[in-house]
Each structure stands twice: as structure tokens, then as C-alpha cells.
């Protein structure tokens, strides 16, 4: 299995620090507002990374936090006049929310960044032992100049980023020793929440935040997996590397992941633009698995344009796929032989290379677009090799690898069986039976008139030598 390693900048085959077992961190959303989509193409792409990984053999503890003491909080917490933890707090709740729907697992860990405070404390302290953080007047940077290897991620040419600073210099800038010198502690301004601390009252900087709740959720300094967007690569992830090897002598993580950016309709999502779109937005027109598919149906270092044309086909493409298994389970419910031919044993031998076909394409960096595809290669020889001349055993068996493949990816293509699919299906069971009693009638207008009405409401029927046979649109 290889990663491309945003660090050494080719892929690598992936071998963990302890045989078995994988540390992972993944940086979680600042959390003052609905998350939006280009929050959620990480969530889905590392939640997948998570889940192959599991599916390889691994036991994964997954860390994610939610930054949940910020400048965006804090405006937000002023304009509704209500405190920082409660925005947060709401925010969260919203988040996780979204997560299940988009069929995002849990975190093995969520942490809060208010809760580690401590642990940002004593770093930020042992940093200055160590000559890397100096205090100007409540105000602690890290000295970027001490540390060697800094930019080593970002493979970017210091010098000309330490010009460029120069020639943009903001207010308070000039008390930093270098340009590129970065805030691990801020003091308190009238309105914000703050933390008592040796330098003062106060709260921590953005970039310590990941390096601390790393250490402590992962148990080690070298964690096995570092990933989030590539606009975090500088100057996020670059300054919790200089700040976490300052402390611990170690490299911070063995390989670095990014996915690439999200736009829509070919433009950045930005508010200015007015094409900010919220995953709660979306969910109020596609089933937020439409949103998942499409978002792993290209390789997640890839840019990505979201549009309605492609979410569409991304609606389309899915539904395919859930035709498919209803379809194998018809089968398998209807099926007049029970047990396997001779014949089908063979054709379950040569199933298996879709599943070797998606395999590679997974171990080759995550190559969920190939992974898709391959899971298309199964539906066409399921659509070909079980109908409805096909036994109980291999209709079930073509089904079950379908969405055992489809869930690895975090894809649900099957009926899940709960109260409403069952109300759903009684009723329009219910309605079939009307339909088939108007054309025994031969009332055909009425018979029409019952599948138009389904139709409408996204259920397309289908009339078989085995009887009359629905699916979603």
C-alpha cells in the first residue's frame, strides 16, 4: 500500500511505526458556522482512508479535533451576544450532525482545543526553555530562524517569503526578530475568552493547538499519518512540524496527506462570490450520499468542481449501483434453486478480480476514482450473470460483494430495513397490488395512473415474467 507523501513529495510504500496499528490525525473544522462543502471533501476522504486501512488489518485510533476557540467564534459569539463556548458548542452538535449524514464514523477521538489549554501551556514554556519562543509583551512567537528544517513541507524558498513579508508589514509586525515568525500565544482583548498563563492572560495560536492534542490522543511524538486540505500544508502544517520536532527531537509524522481544493462551477467557493454552499444546503436536495460518491469519484489529490450537471451524474451513477443490489436481492428472494450450480461456482472463481481490481487501485494512494470503477465492472457482471435464471446462493453472493465494496468506500447501496424504508415499501407494495387489480380489470388508465403517480415520487416499476418489480429513480 503507497501514499503520496506530501513531505518527500513521491509515494511511498506505507509501513507503520508498530506493526498493526496506525496513529492518525486528521485537522477537524473551526466551528462557528454549518460546516460547508469544501469542509467535507477531507472528512470523506480521510474517513475512507480510515476505513481501508481498518479493512487491511489495521487498528486505526483516528484523531480529529474541533477548533473550538478562534477569531471567526469569537466575531460570531459578539454579533449574537453570546459567549464563544456557546457558539462552539451549537456548531459542534451541527457538525456531527452532518458527519452521520454524509456516513462520516466518529472520530476514535474529538477533541476540543478549550481542553487542552494546559497542555499548550506547558509546550509553549518548554519552547522557550529551549530558545525557540521569545515574549514581547504578552505576545509569545516561535523563532522560525532556529529551526533548520523549517519549510521543509512547503518546499518553499524562505528568503522570498521572508521578502514578501517584509514588503507587506501589517501593524505589530515589526517586534517580531523575523517576518516569518509565528503567534503561539496571544494576549486577551476586551470580549474574548482567555486563559491565565506565565506570559499572562491570554489564548493559545492556531498552529499550537494540532501538535498538542496529536502527542497526547496518539500517545507518541511521531505519529504514523498527518493529513487535512493543502491549504493547510503552509502555514498550518509546516509550523506545527517546527514546533512539535523543536519540543521532541523526532519527526512529527511519518506521511502527510492533503487533498487538493473544491471548487464550484470552476470558481473558488468563497461567500464574495455567492457560491458558498453549506452541506446542510445540499442535503435539502440530494441524499448526502450523492455527495460522498461524488466526492470519491475522483482522486482526492485532484481538484474537484462541484456543479449540478455533476451532481446529478453523481445521483445517477449511485442509483445504478443500488439498482443493481435491489435487483440481486429480487433475485435472491424469487430464485426457484437454492444452492449454486457447478456453472455459477465459476463465475464466483472470476468474480474475484473486481475485488483485486479494487484492492489495487486503493493501495495505489488512495485511488478511490479506480476503486469506483472496478465496483462498476461488478455491478455490469452482476447486471449480465445473475437474472432471474440464477440460484438463491449466487444472486446473494454477486449482492453481498457489491456493497461489501461499497461500504469499505463508506457508500450505502443497500435497503437499510428501518421503520420508514419498511413504511415506504408497504405502501408502495400496496400500491402495486392496486395496479395489478386495475389491469386485471383492465383498467389500463388506472394502472397508469398508479405508476405515474410512483414515478413521480422517484419509484420506477418494472413488469418481469416473475411479476411486477420497483426500484428508485
Not at 512529527?252 to 470552476?266: E, V
Request: charged share 30%.
Amino acid at each position: 500500500m503507497k501514499f503520496y507523501n506530501t513531505m518527500d513529495k513521491k509515494k511511498e510504500e506505507f509501513v507503520p511505526i508498530d506493526p498493526g496499528e496506525v496513529k492518525m490525525y486528521v485537522c477537524g473544522p473551526t466551528v462557528y458556522n454549518l460546516i460547508h462543502i469544501g469542509n467535507a471533501r477531507p472528512m470523506i476522504v480521510f474517513d475512507t482512508c480510515r476505513r481501508y486501512l481498518e479493512y487491511k488489518g489495521y487498528k486505526v485510533n483516528y484523531v480529529s479535533n474541533f477548533t473550538d476557540v478562534d477569531d471567526k467564534i469569537i466575531k460570531k459569539a459578539n454579533e449574537e451576544g453570546v459567549s464563544a463556548e456557546e457558539i462552539s458548542t451549537r456548531y459542534i452538535v451541527e457538525c456531527k450532525k452532518d458527519m452521520a449524514d454524509m456516513n462520516v464514523r466518529p472520530a476514535t477521538t474529538h477533541p476540543l482545543a478549550t481542553q487542552e489549554i494546559d497542555g499548550m501551556i506547558a509546550l509553549i514554556r518548554d519552547l522557550e526553555k529551549k530558545g525557540y519562543a521569545y515574549n514581547v509583551n504578552g505576545t509569545v512567537y516561535f523563532r522560525t530562524r532556529k529551526d533548520e528544517g523549517y519549510g521543509k513541507l512547503s518546499h518553499k524558498n524562505l528568503d522570498d517569503l521572508r521578502s514578501g513579508f517584509r514588503d507587506l508589514k501589517v501593524s505589530g509586525e515589526e517586534e517580531k526578530e523575523d517576518p516569518l515568525d509565528f503567534v503561539l500565544w496571544k494576549p486577551k482583548k476586551e470580549g474574548e475568552p482567555s486563559w491565565d498563563s506565565p506570559w499572562g492572560p491570554g489564548r493559545p495560536g492556531w498552529h499550537t493547538e494540532c501538535c498538542v492534542m496529536a502527542k497526547k490522543y496518539l500517545g507518541s511524538p511521531t505519529i504514523d499519518i498527518h493529513a487535512g486540505g493543502e491549504d493547510l500544508i503552509f502555514p498550518h502544517h509546516e509550523n506545527e512540524i517546527a514546533q512539535s520536532e523543536a519540543e521532541n527531537g523526532v519527526p512529527f509524522a511519518r506521511y502527510w496527506l492533503h487533498n487538493a481544493f473544491l471548487n464550484i462551477d470552476n470558481r473558488k467557493m468563497s461567500k464574495s462570490l455567492g457560491n458558498f454552499k453549506t452541506v446542510r444546503e445540499i442535503g435539502e436536495h440530494y441524499d448526502l450520499q450523492v455527495l460522498r460518491f461524488f466526492m470519491l469519484s475522483a482522486h482526492y489529490r485532484s481538484p474537484l468542481n462541484f456543479s449540478a450537471e455533476i451532481m446529478e451524474s453523481a445521483k445517477n451513477s449511485l442509483e445504478r449501483i443500488r439498482n443493481a443490489v435491489d435487483k440481486l436481492a429480487f433475485y435472491a428472494e424469487n430464485a426457484k434453486a437454492e444452492e449454486l450450480s457447478e456453472g455459477e461456482k465459476a463465475k464466483l472463481e472470476e468474480m474475484k478480480k473486481y475485488r483485486a481490481a479494487f484492492e489495487a487501485a486503493m493501495d495505489d494512494d488512495l485511488n478511490t476514482a479506480d476503486a469506483i470503477a472496478a465496483i462498476f465492472d461488478l455491478v455490469r457482471f452482476g447486471n449480465t450473470e445473475a437474472r432471474d435464471n440464477a440460484s438463491a446462493a449466487f444472486a446473494e453472493a454477486v449482492k453481498k460483494e457489491i456493497v461489501s465494496l461499497c461500504d469499505i468506500l463508506g457508500l450505502i447501496v443497500e435497503n437499510t430495513g428501518n421503520d420508514v424504508d419498511k413504511a415506504l415499501e408497504e405502501e408502495i407494495e400496496k400500491k402495486i397490488a392496486e395496479r395489478q387489480a386495475c389491469k386485471k380489470a383492465r383498467d389500463y388508465a388506472g394502472a397508469d395512473a398508479i405508476r405515474d403517480e410512483l414515478a413521480a415520487k422517484g419509484i420506477i416499476l418494472e413488469d418481469t415474467r416473475e411479476g411486477c418489480k420497483w426500484h428508485r429513480a
